[in-house]
């Protein structure tokens, strides 16, 4: 079986990454732990840029609460990369992002992931509806259903 193919033109952001001499492990590739931290890098830099996100001192903050990845083929150091986004959920307190990591220019996924930010309330660590900014930001990159 084939697996789903995730390319370039299915995403609506992306983030440039560049792959680190300590990404790779053992076997000469990125370790699978480490492409989470291209996906939070990712997301984070477009919340921050585009939707204004205070990560020092604002009264919002996203929490992850659920995440995944499935791996097509690696990548290792050194290497350009680059994180494809989308939304695939907007709740109101809640938003799942869709990833992918691709070689610079390529256009298939060498993998794709996906994880849900929660946004609280920085003191009270409850959830918080996402502020207006921050919802438009993340409403050009909703994907229909």
């Not at 350009?80 to 610079?104: C, D, H, P, T």
């Not at 930010?117 to 930001?137: M, Y």
Request: aromatic fraction near 12%.
């Amino acid at each position: 079986m084939n697996p789903p193919q995730h390319l370039r033109r299915d995403y609506r952001h992306f983030q440039p990454l560049s792959t680190r001499w300590h990404d790779n492990d053992i076997y000469g590739h990125v370790n699978n732990v480490t492409y989470y931290s291209f996906f939070d890098s990712a997301v984070n830099s477009y919340l921050i840029e585009v939707g204004g996100l205070d990560i020092h001192n604002g009264d919002v903050v996203g929490f992850v609460v659920s995440s995944s990845c499935d791996y097509f083929a690696s990548i290792a150091f050194p290497e350009r990369i680059e994180i494809g986004l989308r939304v695939g959920k907007l709740g109101n307190s809640s938003v799942q992002y869709e990833l992918a990591v691709f070689k610079a220019g390529e256009e298939e996924a060498c993998a794709a992931g996906r994880f849900v930010h929660v946004f609280v309330d920085r003191a009270s660590n409850r959830p918080v509806s996402i502020p207006q900014a921050l919802r438009g930001a993340l409403t050009a990159l909703l994907v229909p259903a």
